[in-house]
């Protein structure tokens, strides 16, 4: 029989099951026909004797099964021989992840969606505005400081809400949006067309070997970093740059903001504030009464100090949670690979191990990579979207004669 090389379109609707162990390769696949007419399910042949054989959902080139292991059963992994997909029709689903009080407060915070993101607005807000309008006044020594201070305040603010937009209302790199198919609909299929790909049995679509599937997000994300609740979306290599961009302005805007409101509490109003404090844990009966010395200092407190007691708290507390968050964003980025590969195939490595092996030479390189460009003052830019060269339009596809 003679092979012919198959074409690509609607066979890409062929179903797969989750990821397996092994992959194994088949070196000679074996063609139909006509295109389009191998059977999804693997199969015998005519008898017993004859290989297992199974169509490949890229290319639907009906290939030979390998068979793996003493007992030479067949692989529930394999390699399309042609395009280099990757079938794994007989894998097993992964053993459900133990549901720890970390995971559980994430999947609650994401299933929230868009309050989340309400509330991360309010809290943002709130400091900016309580800051603008009690801190600043009081300790701008005369009005050029006062106009220093409110550009600071609002070049840090427009910085902060501009990259946290970009990363709310941006597409993380979706499949659909920065990989185009391969081949264009109607065209033969070359050789190694798919090589590495799988195909996602969520997403029903093609998914290339960067891409990971966010159960939350319902899609296959290029690159994914992680799935974060507070911008509802994912973090992947299309606004990787603007979240990390979003976490450093906002770490220094709250050092911004810590740094004025601590000046007004403990140097400017430091007699009053102690005198507040002092009169509200005498008339404390007992001292170890936490929540009635909080209600006593709330409702003996001028309401001005209050405000500032609360910037300066809810400015710290975002300022470690941000800090942290963005520590452990710089140190995957030097290191090369994203939250999500790391955890699924350990392929992380620490700074020193990192560092006897010689792989922090190319840091800088993945540095670069992520801010799209090789300049650091553009990093620093308000960019919106994606780098250039990151989000590829699909080809147009042909119709069918």
């Known amino acids: 029989m003679e092979s012919t090389i198959p074409t690509c379109g609607e066979r890409l609707q062929h179903d797969a099951s989750s990821k397996g162990p092994d992959v194994a390769t088949v070196s000679a696949p074996v063609f139909t026909s006509e295109a389009g007419t191998a059977a999804a399910e693997p199969s015998n042949g005519t008898n017993g004797d004859e290989p297992l054989q199974v169509a490949c959902w890229a290319c639907s080139v009906l290939v030979r099964v390998p068979m793996v292991g003493e007992s030479q059963v067949p692989a529930p992994v394999f390699k399309c021989g042609w395009c280099g997909a990757i079938t794994d029709y007989m894998s097993q689903k992964p053993p459900a992840k133990r549901m720890t ?8 915070l994401s299933a929230l969606k868009w309050a989340v993101v309400l509330f991360v607005t309010a809290l943002a807000s709130s400091i900016i505005l309580l800051g ?20 600071l305040t609002w070049f840090f603010s427009f910085n902060v809400f501009f990259h946290f937009a970009a990363c709310v209302f941006t597409t993380p790199g979706t499949v659909r949006n920065c990989y185009p198919m391969p081949v264009k609909v109607g065209e033969p299929i070359p ?43 994912c973090v992947g290599r299309a606004n990787l740059r603007n979240f990390v961009l979003f976490l450093l302005w906002t770490m220094m805007a709250m050092s911004y903001c810590i740094m004025q409101t601590g000046f007004m509490l403990f140097v400017i109003e430091r007699r009053n504030l102690v005198g ?17 010395f909080i209600f006593l200092v709330g409702s003996t407190t001028p309401w001005y100090l209050l405000a500032c007691m609360y910037v300066i708290l809810a400015s710290f507390g975002v300022y470690l949670g941000v ?19 790391a955890i699924k195939f350990g392929t992380w490595q620490s700074p020193e191990e990192a560092e006897q092996r010689g792989k922090w030479a190319e840091a800088w ?20 979207g994606p780098p250039a060269g990151v989000c590829i339009p699909a080809p147009v596809s042909k119709k069918r004669q």
């Not at 009080?101 to 609650?108: D, G, I, N, Q, Y």
């Not at 309008?133 to 550009?151: C, D, E, K, Q």
């Not at 800090?323 to 980025?333: A, D, E, K, P, T």
Request: contains cysteine; positive net charge; hydrophobic residues 40%.
């Open 101 to 108: 009080l970390f995971r559980a407060c994430m999947k609650t």
């Open 132 to 151: 603008a309008t009690l801190v600043l006044p009081r300790t701008s020594p005369n009005t050029a400081m006062f106009i220093l201070y409110h550009f």
């Open 191 to 233: 050789q190694g067309a798919f090589e590495n790909f799988r195909f996602c049995p969520h997403c029903k679509h093609y998914k290339p070997p960067s891409a990971h599937h966010c159960n939350m997000c319902k899609t296959c994300v290029i690159e994914l970093d992680h799935h974060c609740p507070f911008i509802n979306n």
């Open 276 to 292: 507040y404090l002092s009169r509200a844990w005498a008339l404390t009966p007992h001292k170890y009464d936490l929540p009635l």
């Open 323 to 341: 800090g942290l968050l963005l520590s452990s964003q710089v140190r995957y980025i030097l290191a090369g690979p994203t939250y999500v590969t």
């Open 365 to 384: 390189t993945n540095v670069q990579r992520v801010m799209g460009s090789p300049h650091v003052w553009e990093w620093l830019l308000p960019t919106w």
